[in-house]
């Protein structure tokens, strides 16, 4: 998808000073979200409280249990922040500066994820220009990181130790993220097999320490029941922001009768429990239940209160024709648009599902972008010279 050459070798020229506006733009963008949506900075989530247990030397626990609740490669992460900065206000900044660097890392990888795909850094820098606008900051997640592993997945040479470690780190960071890429390097040949061996090395130490355990199969996490419980109730919404009645019943970290539910009966019995419940409503209320399945899909691609990302799901939509003519997106549009999202439709909606593949929509949106500015300029270019040689 080669844009007309001076566009490219205009932009080559200048490319120092775009990625430094882009990247002071992410950094603003960063601390203006926190601040007005007077985030905690990643105390109080559950990976944080994972992550002061491990940095005290207890392990995995939430709530005083061993815990599978979150994938253990974030809470690591935010342990060695903990154990560097202590847990204080040290803690909460570095928090924000590593989600600074995860934004400029998004930022920087866009120009290089759209040379390699496309040909063009042009449609690269128009991605980092409207996915600033419209990112979602969730400090104390491991959502931008995810975005990270994605892109460099999707620039990564598809080779059994890259392939593998990529889809096992991406799958110990989140579940979805593994999957994702193993969608996105798939292909029916030995060398794939051999990446699923590396994939399987780099779980299966917490696979094994989860069945040491809980004494079951838990490959990665155990939250699910929690996540379905919470959805599905008769105090059930379609988002999270929206959800405080139903979190406050079955929450254990602000519910004290579930956390001493979950005390007795231990984290993965406690989540199946929760889980059947789930169940047994959605059964009993099976009208409400579509409903809220529908409402989600809906929020899950045009959140209310978040006008720029309805935008950039639009420009994407459109672009989507463009998208596929390009082979080398098609995968990509398969793993991150068809395959990522549907366990989100299931569960309270939040925009921070969609960051991890926010980059591949504003990537689409930047293909529209490109070529819309790219026929204006010439246009009047050609409007010009028509005036001049009248």
């Not at 932009?11 to 120092?16: D, L, P, Q, Y």
């Not at 980092?128 to 606008?133: D, G, R, S, Y």
Request: hydrophobic share 55%; aromatic share 10%.
């Amino acid at each position: 998808m080669l844009l007309a050459p001076w566009i490219e070798r205009l932009v080559a020229r200048h490319a120092a000073e775009i990625r430094a506006l882009l990247l002071l733009s992410a950094t603003l963008g960063v601390i203006l979200q926190a601040k007005a949506k007077n985030q905690a900075l990643g105390l109080g989530i559950e990976t944080t409280e994972i992550a002061r247990s491990l940095a005290s030397g207890r392990g995995f626990l939430l709530t005083g249990v061993p815990s599978a609740h979150s994938a253990p490669l974030f809470p690591v992460i935010l342990a060695g922040l903990l154990k560097v900065f202590g847990d204080g206000p040290g803690f909460s900044l570095s928090v924000v500066a590593l989600e600074i660097v995860l934004q400029w890392a998004i930022i920087l990888l866009l120009p290089v994820v759209s040379k390699r795909l496309l040909k063009s850094e042009w449609i690269g820098y128009c991605a980092a220009a409207v996915l600033i606008p419209a990112n979602v900051i969730s400090l104390g997640w491991e959502s931008s990181a995810g975005a990270v592993g994605l892109e460099v997945a999707a620039i990564a040479t598809a080779g059994p130790l890259v392939s593998g470690s990529l889809m096992g780190l991406g799958a110990l960071l989140s579940p979805m993220v593994g999957l994702a890429i193993f969608v996105m390097h798939f292909r029916w040949n030995r060398g794939f097999a051999l990446s699923l061996i590396v994939a399987t090395l780099w779980c299966s130490p917490w696979t094994i320490r989860n069945y040491a355990v809980f004494h079951r199969f838990i490959p990665i996490r155990d939250s699910s029941g929690l996540a379905v419980r919470v959805s599905y109730n008769p105090f059930a919404v379609v988002t999270v922001e929206d959800s405080t009645v139903a979190l406050q019943q079955y929450e254990p970290v602000v519910n004290a009768e579930m956390r001493q539910k979950l005390n007795a009966m231990g984290e993965a019995d406690f989540y199946d429990w929760l889980g059947e419940g789930a169940k047994e409503w959605a059964r009993n209320n099976p009208k409400r239940s579509l409903e809220l399945v529908a409402r989600r899909v809906v929020a899950y691609w045009f959140p209310e209160g978040h006008p720029f990302l309805a935008v950039l799901t639009l420009l994407s939509l459109a672009s989507l024709r463009l998208s596929w003519r390009e082979p080398s997106l098609r995968r990509l549009v398969f793993a991150l648009l068809v395959v990522f999202p549907p366990p989100y439709y299931l569960v309270l909606s939040s925009p921070r599902y969609r960051v991890p593949t926010l980059w591949f929509t504003a990537l689409l949106a930047g293909i529209l972008i490109s070529k819309v500015l790219e026929f204006s300029i010439r246009r009047t270019d050609g409007m010009a010279t028509d005036a001049a040689l009248e």
